[in-house]
């Protein structure tokens, strides 16, 4: 039944063409070019709007209402900077040294470090406590110890390892001597006029020689009865050393 109605409603369309064109080339009226033209749009516009199986070009938009209303999901885009792939290099900074980036400390020996010539070698001897140093003999300079407390003097042989003699003087020396006793219990050295005090040393050593030199502190008399290790930190600009003496 609709295909039946489909034909009726394009008998109009082929009567007119007919009524236009007609059975003999001499029945063909004369038109002009426009109205060819509109003759033709006239005749396609009908042909498909009576034509059920045509679609129209135009979209009917109330269909799509409800998806053109909602934003569009954005696209995952990806971190920003480099992305790990197999062939990128990998530092690693967990272990310790140079990795870390920070220099190892230079270490100065004690020679160094007090600015000592070429050849003369600094050995600890031994520590003693008494009242006064020295304790013997006739001499022009002594210390004295503070009352209820012990001079604790460090004795270093200093000796002359080369084939000339060598001449120490250490009077205008910068250098600090700070010694420690039992981790915690620290004391500067004193600078004193003795002819033999390390800190403003002045002597030649022959070659293949020694003398004595010696660090003095003042401690208390409980400190100078328990006395379990010794060691010596020397500092001169920026070099210093440590040194573990007992």
Same mark, same amino acid.
């Given at each position: 039944?609709?295909?039946?109605?489909?034909?009726?409603?394009?008998?109009?369309?082929?009567?007119?063409?007919?009524?236009? /064109? @007609?059975?003999?080339?001499? +029945?063909? $009226?004369?038109?002009?070019?426009?109205? !060819?033209?509109?003759? %033709?749009?006239?005749?396609?516009?009908?042909?498909?709007?009576?034509?059920?199986?045509?679609?129209?070009?135009?979209?009917?938009?109330?269909?799509?209402?409800?998806?053109?209303?909602?934003?569009?999901?954005?696209?995952?885009?990806?971190?920003?900077?480099?992305?790990?792939?197999?062939?990128?290099?990998?530092?690693?900074?967990?272990? /310790? @040294?140079?990795?870390?980036? +920070?220099? $190892?400390?230079?270490?100065?020996?004690? !020679?160094?470090?007090? %600015?000592?010539?070429?050849?003369?070698?600094?050995?600890?001897?031994?520590?003693?406590?008494?009242?006064?140093?020295?304790?013997?003999?006739?001499?022009?300079?002594?210390?004295?110890?503070?009352?209820?407390?012990?001079?604790?003097?460090?004795?270093?042989?200093?000796?002359?390892?080369?084939?000339?003699?060598?001449?120490?003087?250490?009077?205008?020396?910068?250098?600090?001597?700070?010694?420690?006793?039992?981790?915690?219990?620290?004391?500067?050295?004193?600078?004193?006029?003795?002819?033999?005090?390390?800190?403003?040393?002045?002597?030649?050593?022959?070659?293949?020689?020694?003398?004595?030199?010696?660090?003095?502190?003042?401690?208390?008399?409980?400190?100078?009865?328990?006395?379990?290790?010794?060691?010596?930190?020397?500092?001169?600009?920026?070099?210093?050393?440590?040194?573990?003496?007992?």
């Amino acid at each position: 039944m609709k295909k039946k109605t489909r034909n009726w409603k394009l008998l109009p369309a082929a009567f007119l063409i007919l009524a236009l /064109t @007609g059975c003999a080339e001499n +029945q063909i $009226p004369d038109l002009t070019a426009d109205q !060819e033209k509109a003759v %033709g749009e006239y005749v396609a516009l009908t042909l498909m709007r009576y034509d059920a199986g045509h679609r129209s070009r135009l979209m009917d938009l109330s269909l799509y209402q409800d998806e053109l209303t909602q934003p569009a999901t954005p696209e995952p885009q990806e971190p920003s900077g480099m992305r790990p792939v197999d062939d990128t290099p990998v530092i690693d900074n967990s272990g /310790t @040294g140079t990795g870390t980036g +920070q220099q $190892p400390a230079i270490q100065y020996s004690m !020679e160094q470090v007090i %600015g000592l010539p070429e050849g003369i070698r600094i050995v600890f001897m031994g520590e003693k406590f008494c009242d006064y140093y020295p304790d013997e003999g006739e001499l022009f300079f002594s210390v004295n110890a503070t009352p209820g407390k012990k001079l604790m003097v460090l004795s270093f042989a200093v000796s002359n390892t080369s084939e000339q003699d060598q001449t120490l003087d250490l009077l205008m020396s910068d250098v600090q001597y700070r010694v420690t006793l039992n981790g915690d219990y620290t004391r500067r050295a004193y600078i004193t006029s003795l002819e033999n005090d390390l800190t403003t040393y002045m002597n030649t050593i022959p070659a293949g020689g020694a003398a004595e030199a010696v660090l003095i502190i003042e401690v208390s008399q409980e400190m100078a009865d328990s006395v379990e290790s010794i060691s010596l930190s020397v500092k001169g600009g920026e070099m210093e050393h440590t040194s573990v003496l007992r």
